[in-house]
């Protein structure tokens, strides 16, 4: 485990090759065509030090206490079940956002949880992946999704938005590109004819609340292999469980 000194450092390195499309919200100099090295504190039996690429790992909410264990607002419990399990700190605010730096066994990753309201997540995803360099194909975003059963899971990696005011910020400030990762969180639909925002905004039952803690463990574990291991057969095969997960076959 690097001390967050060491992983700073190492993630200011620059070094050419990936770029962003610019976008106008960003300082252009931060969007110039460059891509980081991450090297170990320490050579590999080899004498030749380790590289990797970082993560940012996002989840999207509504910051303040009205908003705390809603639907709408499990991208935020994500992270922070994350910073618990890997013991890294959220104490930093930056572009509009609360943000940790630590590692997932080697891998160097920021965490963030955006503070401007769910429609403006952009606002911090976007600075922060330029300023920190990050690759799309790094930016792992998490957040709740109406179209998945209350309590399972989907990781793939890349989608559009369909219809989530924060992931379609974020696609807005990542200049249209919508090639990154993201782990989604079922939430169920709203029964009846119950306002969608209404139930966004809502607590879970008690069975739900239990079936989304239990879902936001096995989160945990799905986040550490992609950051370890990229997408797999692995991811497969957690992908088909989940969606299998509350039914016998």
């Given amino acids: 485990m690097y001390s967050i000194r060491v992983m700073l450092y190492a ?11 610019r976008n106008p919200l960003i300082n252009q100099r931060q969007l110039a065509t460059t891509r980081f090295r991450v ?24 910051p ?27 104490n930093t605010i930056q572009s509009k956002a609360l943000i940790g730096i630590g590692s997932i066994g080697e891998v160097p990753i920021l965490l963030a949880k955006p503070q401007a309201y769910m429609n403006f997540s952009g ?19 998490v957040y709740d999704e109406m179209s998945l059963p209350n309590g399972v899971l989907r990781i793939q990696p890349k989608g ?9 910020s974020v696609i807005d400030h990542l200049d249209g590109c919508r090639q990154f990762p993201r782990l989604c969180i079922g ?24 079936q989304v803690d239990a879902a936001l463990e096995q989160g945990v574990d799905a986040v550490r292999n992609v ?17 299998y997960k509350y039914h016998k076959v």
Wanted: proline share 6%; aromatic share 10%; glycine share 12%.
């Fill in 123 to 141: 606002e911090s995803v976007g600075p922060l992946a330029a300023y920190y360099q990050v690759p799309l194909r790094h930016i792992l975003l």
């Fill in 39 to 62: 090297s170990a504190s320490l050579p590999g039996p080899d004498g030749v030090k380790v590289e990797y690429t970082p993560w940012l790992i996002v989840g999207l909410g509504n």
């Fill in 187 to 210: 939430i169920g639909n709203p029964p009846g004819t119950m306002d969608m925002r209404a139930f966004l905004l809502q607590k879970f039952s008690s069975l739900e609340r239990q």
């Fill in 227 to 243: 950051v370890l291991h990229g997408f797999n057969s692995s991811t497969t095969k957690f992908n088909l469980e989940q969606k």
């Fill in 64 to 90: 303040g206490n009205k908003y705390h264990g809603t639907r709408h607002n499990v991208g935020f419990e994500m992270i922070d079940h994350i910073s618990q399990a890997e013991g890294i700190g959220l």
């Fill in 160 to 168: 559009g938005h369909g219809h989530h005011t924060g992931v379609k």
């Fill in 11 to 21: 993630i200011y390195a620059p070094k050419t090759c990936i770029s962003f499309r």
